[in-house]
């Protein structure tokens, strides 16, 4: 008896594997892998954006320059004109006998690239290096500044990704809705940048009278206000204190007009710089701005220890949430902007799938069909081989955690027709030797070494654009690539050797049978 | 069951002049429609925006259109039916970097008052991810082309590798011009689509070559038509068959499949039809006008053959300590 051969045993192998392993995809158990659906299936939003890299330079010398100020305030160093270019910083020391303090100071910062001109004129840039650090650290910041916002928006399995130097891929499977979407998008896109900056009282009446460029000669700012762009209020340019000294948010209301307001903490060392600050300032005002806008300015009634303030404005209870949470995980440290953007709603994602499977079932039953038809008994042994190549690429996909997506379906409705190819090139082989004569077990060993070189030819190139279309394809396309790859490299398994080892199972019965037109559709 | 008797043969290379005349005019034809027409190329690679929307009743479209163009920005936009009458797709050349409000949110309130509807899909593709993504696209049907070339001639003689690739190039080329011809919009699943045709043209050509290496190595005939004759008619039951069946699945997917894979299959459908009329009358054809001879290439296997035994009798020779 001839029923166990090696063929069959790899194949009985290899088929429990598929199907265990597919189990818990086909069944959508809480268990064991499963396949995720790519977001073109399951609806969601995958977003490229891409991150304003300058504007995190230009931020590191804003926070230099109050640096700068907060020490030489501190040690009573006269400086003059300090004024803030896009891509450096200036100042004329004034006491030239603290020029060794000042310069052991300047030296403790790394990555700096100071020329003093005459009359102690500092000039401060970023050397290339450390700018390249900055704007490397700027996207990595920003990819955890977003991964934090999302987790605390509450969506289910939100990922963020760096993609490259410069870009971050966004992808939120849980949106369900436009207003959902546009939620997320404005909670992402919150610079959420709090400076707390000094009013320049002396100039303040004439801020109407100024151009930005005017402001900008004198050291300042012309910043609107959040509720009307009527107000403006005259700022000195560097900040008392930016957002990265805040360690905690929370929203609040108002006692008196039970309006949502934002409550913040600063760290240890914002909470000094502030209470030395107001120390010295009782009587000016204090704006608050956030991303740009005066959201309040009121006037500083004695120093404010303890380290906590608060952001009032319109809010609505949404807008003070999305600002505390944009706030608790720190600003962006640069803009983001929107490259590439596929949002599709779970209701077209439903109809994708039960479209593609509806494909999937009935190009398969016309197949399955077709081959039993043409080939009789031998195509049912092909059809056997099939559907445990389909069980094998939904298995190896969800072992590795691969996405199916809806060119990903296609390629599996592809790969059915195609994986039959190689049983196709193997009957044809084995009618033709049947036909010169040749016996039952002669013609199926020649027939199969016979089509060996033009199965593995077909194969091999249909796997090198396979890959390509793997190297060079994105998100969906990948997902094309990585059935049709998995679906040909099941089908040397089960179409070559699986079908093989049936066949070699069967031989008693076959050549006790004789009956050519029952196991092979010729007579 | 059989289709093709399969010990009769058919005189192919007879009629192979006809066959080339027929694909030349619709390669020709195909290139035409190339340089005049022109690619339609989607928002993946020319960058903007497409918005499918989906009305509970037939969508408005000429409102759609008239409050569109109200906009500035919107002036461009091009609105089509997509599958059924409730549902269209607004097509807008530009695109926004702006995270917060973006095109689809804008488009959302101007269409407030077409009805009741749903946004079922917003894509956004700026210029710049445009610009790599057909980068990226020509390089990988470049890559492909190339690796395949070098594959094939790895593989077989370099006659067999030109031939295969002329027909590659056929098979391409009315592929595109079918795309063309009924405005498929040009996205990254039609790439897709085309390097699988190119990787399933070859595949049926590869076999039908490989049967024509093994019976010019194995017949005794020396004619080249009458060895190619009876190679593709040996080969026509499994180059139709496997046809049939990828045609069929094809086929579902192209009927079935959904609207927004419908280029995808049209692509491969047209590809299938070609790719096996190529294998079938074309490809061959190609590898006898480029005057294969059968009487040289057993010279050169022979020859070949010879040395590597010398270079075996030498070894062993050196082996044995002989020499």
């Known amino acids: 008896m001839q029923y166990l051969n090696y063929r069959l045993v790899i194949f009985t192998l290899v088929t429990v594997f598929g199907i265990v392993f597919s189990i818990p995809s086909f069944l959508q158990t809480n268990d064991g892998k499963k396949i995720s659906l790519g977001l073109d299936l399951q609806g969601g939003l995958h977003m490229l954006l891409g991150v304003e890299t300058q504007k995190a330079v230009e931020g590191k010398i804003k926070t230099l320059a109050a640096t700068v100020k907060y020490f030489t305030d501190n040690e009573d160093i006269l400086i003059e004109d300090l004024t803030i270019k896009k891509d450096n910083l200036s100042f004329i020391l004034l006491d030239s006998d603290e020029v060794s303090k000042l310069d052991t100071m300047l030296a403790e910062i790394k990555g700096l690239d100071i020329s003093k001109g005459a009359d102690f004129y500092y000039t401060i840039k970023l050397t290339p290096i450390e700018i390249e650090v900055v704007k490397d650290m700027a996207v990595g910041q920003a990819v955890e500044t977003i991964r934090n916002r999302l987790d605390q928006f509450g969506l289910a399995e939100p990922s963020v990704t760096r993609q490259g130097n410069n870009d971050i891929v966004v992808e939120l499977p849980g949106i369900k809705t436009a207003q959902e979407e546009q939620h997320a998008r404005e909670l992402i896109a919150k610079p959420a940048n709090l400076e707390l900056m000094e009013v320049d009282e002396l100039k303040s009446d004439q801020v109407y009278n100024l151009s930005d460029d005017d402001a900008q000669d004198m050291g300042d700012i012309i910043l609107e206000d959040t509720n009307s762009a009527e107000i403006k209020y005259l700022l000195k340019q560097i900040p008392i204190l930016t957002g990265s000294e805040v360690v905690d948010a929370k929203v609040a209301f108002d006692q008196q007009t039970n309006q949502p307001i934002i409550n913040f903490t600063l760290s240890s060392f914002g909470a000094k710089v502030f209470g030395d600050f107001t120390a010295k300032s009782v009587g000016k005002r204090l704006a608050v701005v956030l991303d740009g806008k005066v959201f309040s300015a009121p006037v500083i009634r004695e120093r404010i220890g303890g380290g906590s303030g608060q952001i009032s404005g319109n809010f609505t209870v949404n807008e003070a949430g999305n600002v505390a949470i944009a706030l608790r995980s720190g600003a962006l440290p640069a803009p983001v902007i929107m490259l590439e953007k596929r949002s599709v709603g779970p209701s077209l994602g439903a109809d994708s799938i039960n479209a593609s499977m509806f494909a999937l079932v009935s190009g398969f039953v016309l197949v399955v069909i077709f081959m039993i038809v043409y080939y009789g008994l031998g195509g049912v042994i092909a059809n056997i081989a099939l559907i445990t190549n389909i069980f094998i690429i939904i298995a190896v996909m969800a072992m590795f955690g691969a996405t199916l997506t809806l060119p990903g379906m296609a390629g599996i409705v592809l790969t059915v027709g195609m994986a039959v190819d190689a049983n196709v090139i193997i009957s044809e082989r084995i009618r033709e030797l049947l036909k010169s004569g040749a016996s039952i077990p002669k013609a199926i060993e020649d027939g199969y070494s016979n089509a060996m070189s033009a199965i593995l030819d077909a194969n091999i190139t249909t796997l090198l654009v396979a890959v390509i279309l793997y190297a060079y394809g994105t998100g969906p396309i990948k997902g094309f690539a990585i059935t049709i790859s998995i679906g040909i490299l099941a089908s040397m398994l089960t179409a070559i050797l699986g079908t093989h080892g049936i066949y070699e199972a069967l031989m008693p019965k076959m050549v006790k049978d004789k009956n050519l037109k029952k196991w092979f559709g010729v007579k | ?323």
Not at chain 2, 58 to 83: C, M, N
Not at chain 2, 106 to 117: A, M
Not at chain 2, 167 to 176: Q, R, W
Not at chain 2, 193 to 203: D, E, K
């Open chain 2, 1 to 323: 069951m059989e289709i093709f008797k399969s010990d009769k043969t058919y005189d192919f290379m007879g009629k192979r002049l006809p066959f080339l005349g027929f694909s030349a005019i619709l390669v020709i034809a195909a290139f035409v429609l190339l340089f005049t027409k022109g690619l339609n190329l989607g928002i993946d690679f020319s960058g903007g925006t497409l918005i499918q929307v989906q009305y509970t009743q037939p969508a408005p479209v000429q409102k759609i259109r008239d409050l569109l163009v109200q906009d500035e920005r919107f002036e461009k936009a091009v609105v089509t039916k997509f599958g059924t009458p409730k549902e269209i797709i607004i097509k807008i050349p530009t695109t926004t970097t702006m995270l917060g409000k973006d095109i689809g949110d804008d488009i959302r309130s101007i269409l407030t008052p077409t009805g009741e509807y749903q946004i079922r899909r917003v894509d956004m593709v700026g210029p710049k991810v445009g610009d790599a993504l057909r980068e990226k696209g020509v390089m990988a049907l470049s890559l492909a082309l190339i690796i395949i070339l070098i594959y094939v001639s790895f593989r077989c003689e370099w006659r067999f590798s030109v031939a295969s690739i002329l027909a590659l190039v056929h098979d391409i080329s009315i592929a595109l011009g079918a795309i063309v011809l009924f405005n498929v919009d040009v996205n990254l699943d039609i790439l897709a689509a085309i390097l699988t045709i190119l990787g399933y043209s070859l595949n049926d050509t590869i076999i039908v070559f490989d049967r024509i290496r093994e019976g010019v190595n194995t017949s005794k005939e020396s004619d080249l038509n009458s060895v190619v004759n009876d190679s593709v008619s040996r080969t026509l039951s499994r180059t139709t068959l496997t046809s049939l069946t990828t045609f069929f699945v094809v086929l579902t997917l192209y009927l079935f499949g959904g609207e927004i894979i419908n280029g995808f299959s049209f692509t491969l459908l047209v590809g299938v039809i070609v790719g096996t009329y190529s294998s079938i009358f074309v490809a061959a054809s190609f590898l006898v006008q480029l005057n294969f001879s059968i009487i040289n290439y057993r010279a050169v296997e022979a020859e070949k053959e010879k040395r590597k035994k010398e270079k075996d009798r030498l070894r062993s020779q050196f082996e044995q300590g002989t020499v």
